[in-house]
């Protein structure tokens, strides 16, 4: 499964997380896709507040010890993040717009 990702130091800069809260090592795989789909449903509340829900469990993981779902939910935020910078690159923000006031899913088109 090849999936783009933003870079990390990306990630940290609009996430918030710390070096410490960052749990590298798992490799994006199918096993992410429904936790990305959990997180798109509540796309409704806005981006901003999904993103701070990825984060808020990525810190609550990392806090209980849960090391290898926190590594596995940086790689969810990692790609909630890039659907968000594509859904921006590619002038489709009113289309996520309309998408999160009807609470449903999005999927960035994909490249020609």
């Known amino acids: 499964m090849t999936v783009n990702l933003i870079a990390l130091s990306r990630c940290a800069a609009i996430s918030g997380l710390r ?7 798992a490799t994006p795989s199918v096993k992410h896709s429904p936790l990305l789909a ?3 449903l509540k796309l409704a509340k806005g981006r901003d507040a999904v993103r701070g829900m990825i984060v808020a469990d990525i810190r ?3 806090e209980l010890g849960e090391i290898d779902f926190a590594a ?3 790689v969810v935020l990692r790609q909630f993040l890039t659907m968000c910078e594509t859904a921006d690159a590619r002038g489709v923000v009113e289309g996520l717009r309309v998408v999160e ?3 449903g899913d999005f999927d960035p088109p994909s490249k020609s």
């Open 72 to 74: 596995d939910l940086l």
């Open 60 to 62: 609550d993981s990392v």
């Open 38 to 40: 959990a997180y798109r």
């Open 19 to 25: 070096a410490h809260e960052m749990i590298v090592g």
């Open 101 to 103: 006031e009807r609470g």
